[in-house]
Nanobody, 113 residues
Framework: QVQLAESGGGLVQAGGSLRLSCAAS????????MGWYRQTPGKQRDVVAI???????NYADSVKGRFTISRDDAKNTVYLQMNSLKPEDTAVYYC???????WGQGTQVTVSS
């Protein structure tokens, strides 16, 4: 059974930074692309960033230049470094194994103005 556990969310002022982590269990991690998504109440879950098993990255336009996704396969962990945070970045952030049904439980990020 694969499990994903996010951490690192919290309350931060606009312009601040947070680093999210997602620890995965199971051997599936190193061979799959990983993604970070976010969701606000009443809205769909949107992709924020994706990293392939080879390290290629893709970002939503709204976070380009501010967020960085990375992975450490030795630790089965994917990260999301978030800088220059804005109030509109407030959401629950989820990590996901691309192409699978596996999602983390989510971590709340709140950015105050």
């Amino acid at each position: 059974q694969v499990q994903l556990a996010e951490s690192g969310g919290g309350l931060v002022q606009a312009g601040g930074s947070l680093r999210l982590s997602c620890a995965a269990s199971g051997r599936i991690f190193s061979v799959n692309a990983m993604g970070w998504y976010r969701q606000t109440p009443g809205k769909q879950r949107d992709v924020v960033a994706i990293i392939t098993s080879g390290g290629r990255t893709n970002y939503a336009d709204s976070v380009k230049g501010r967020f960085t996704i990375s992975r450490d396969d030795a630790k089965n962990t994917v990260y999301l470094q978030m800088n220059s945070l804005k109030p509109e970045d407030t959401a629950v952030y989820y990590c996901h194994i691309q192409g699978s049904g596996y999602w983390g439980q989510g971590t709340q990020v709140t950015v105050s103005s």
